[in-house]
């Protein structure tokens, strides 16, 4: 009924950018939804990166704060987590997040790797 495609993730050395995007689609009236973007590295737990209410509002973990931005186009469907200054240590697999009351859905997520 929902799905959730990521795209955009590759290999980029340290210090550089990337724009992951996530279209949504299925029975869904994207406006109405938080949407997000967790990562897992390897040997790590998943976690939380970025979210972004219906109002527009957003939340962002401290280790990402003032380098990662996240948007959405509800008019595409589309939530974007624009990744700048990247560190190896972001380095993960990034999925991306819908919530919607008490469900949650998730993609197949997206590999980005920095390393030099």
């Known amino acids: 009924q929902v799905q959730l495609v990521e795209s955009g993730g590759g290999l980029v050395q340290p210090g550089g950018s990337l724009r992951l995007s996530c279209a949504a689609s299925g029975s869904i009236f994207f406006n109405l939804y938080t949407m997000g973007w967790s990562r897992q590295a390897p040997g790590k737990q998943r976690e939380l990166v970025a979210n972004?209410?219906?109002?527009?509002?957003?939340y962002y973990v401290d280790f990402v704060e003032g380098r990662f931005t996240i948007s959405r186009d509800n008019a595409k469907k589309t939530v974007y987590l624009q990744m700048n200054s990247l560190k190896p240590e972001d380095t993960a697999v990034y999925y991306c997040?819908?919530?919607?009351?008490?469900?949650?859905?998730w993609g197949q997520g997206t590999q980005v790797t920095v390393s030099s």
């Open positions: 972004i209410r219906a109002n527009g509002s957003t």
């Open positions: 997040m819908l919530t919607w009351g008490t469900k949650n859905y």
